[in-house]
Every structure is written in C-alpha cells, then in structure tokens.
C-alpha cells in the first residue's frame, strides 16, 4: 500500500471520526451514521489493503 493510499485512508477515518462526534454533540442521528459509515469504509480499505500485501509477502517468500 502506497503512502498515499494510507493518508487517504487515515484522513478518511479521522473525517468521519469527526462526524460521527459532531453527531453525538449535536444529537444528530444522520451524521453520527455517516461518521461510523465512513470510519467502516476507510478501516475496510486499510484492511483489504493488508491482506493484499500479505500475499505479496508470501509469494515473495517463495520465490526466495
């Protein structure tokens, strides 16, 4: 996973952790489950992300 791809990811989460509390301070049932739908999306991304690299270690490890 690139760098970029991590900021993406990072800056994503960080967004909707900060909607989801705007949500919670304001009793904003929408914003709140947009917040949680987006810190879902982004740690769903990162972790696909990991797996991908996962395999990549492994099939590299048997090319050794």
Avoid: C, P, Y
Avoid at 31 to 55: D, F, P, V
Wanted: zero cysteines.
């Amino acid at each position: 996973m690139s760098f970029t791809d991590k900021a993406k990811n990072k800056a994503q989460e960080m967004s909707g952790m900060a909607k989801e509390r705007i949500g919670d301070v304001t009793d904003n049932e929408r914003l709140r489950a947009e917040g949680a739908s987006e810190q879902s999306a982004a740690r769903a991304r990162q972790a696909g992300e990991h797996a991908k690299q996962a395999g990549r270690d492994v099939k590299d490890a048997f090319n050794k």
